[in-house]
Nanobody
Framework: QVQLVESGGGLVQAGGSLNLSCTASGSIFSINTMGWYRQAPGNQRELVAGITSRGSTNYADSVQGRATISRDNARNTVHLHMNSLTPEDTAVYYC???????????????WGQGTQVTVSS
């Protein structure tokens, strides 16, 4: 069974930066796209950034220029770095993997459990 384990997050002061990492485990052959979503209280979950296995990236307008997503295909790991944080970045951040081939199974989408990021003003 494929699992995504996130690390990083916590309490950050406004203007600071965060580094999140996520590793997929479970006899994985390939993952099409990995990314990060976030959900603030009362809001819908939204895409923060995504990266394909070939390295193509996309970012939400709200983080464009402040976020960098990177990926290590050999380690099935994705990283997110964000700077110039504001309280509006406070949310639970979820790791996501799309198109996961592992063993003899295929998973269209896998989610991590989420990690809280709180930006204090």
């Amino acid at each position: 069974q494929v699992q995504l384990v996130e690390s990083g997050g916590g309490l950050v002061q406004a203007g600071g930066s965060l580094n999140l990492s996520c590793t997929a485990s479970g006899s994985i052959f390939s993952i099409n796209t990995m990314g990060w979503y976030r959900q603030a209280p009362g809001n819908q979950r939204e895409l923060v950034a995504g990266i394909t296995s070939r390295g193509s990236t996309n970012y939400a307008d709200s983080v464009q220029g402040r976020a960098t997503i990177s990926r290590d295909n050999a380690r099935n790991t994705v990283h997110l770095h964000m700077n110039s944080l504001t309280p509006e970045d406070t949310a639970v951040y979820y790791c996501n993997a799309l198109g996961v081939r592992s063993g003899i199974s295929y998973s269209a989408a896998v989610w991590g459990q989420g990690t809280q990021v709180t930006v204090s003003s």
